[in-house]
């Protein structure tokens, strides 16, 4: 192998390795971070997006992503959770992402 391929090899290589590195810190960090939220919010005496998006990635990963991306959904139009009936105030009506482990949440009529 010529030396010009062995160091394009060996470059490329690097790069992978320090995308690998990145995305694992970031993973790590982000983590821990979501975990800070979630204890503050239990500190705080309420269960809120932080708490919920923990809760999804304790599910199994066929329903891991439509968890979250229910939570999501949630904290950007700022609806809030069914009770534990899956019922919502008479104002508002229910709805779900259709896949397999979303939240059911409140939202206006």
Do not use: H
């Not at 790069?15 to 800070?36: H, Q, T």
């Not at 923990?54 to 959770?81: A, F, G, H, W």
């Amino acid at each position: 192998m010529s030396r010009k391929l062995r160091n394009i090899w060996l470059a490329i290589g690097s790069i992978i390795l320090l995308a690998v590195i990145i995305y694992f810190i970031f993973y790590y960090f982000g983590g821990e971070s979501l975990f800070l939220k979630a204890q503050e919010e239990k500190e705080q005496g309420f269960i809120g997006y932080a708490t919920l998006e923990l809760n999804c990635k304790k599910l199994p990963l066929t329903q891991r992503s439509c968890c979250i991306e229910s939570v999501y959904v949630m904290k950007q139009q700022d609806y809030t959770l069914a009770n534990e009936d899956n019922k919502c105030p008479e104002e508002m009506i229910s709805n779900t992402l259709k896949c397999p482990g979303s939240y059911i949440w409140c939202e206006p009529k």
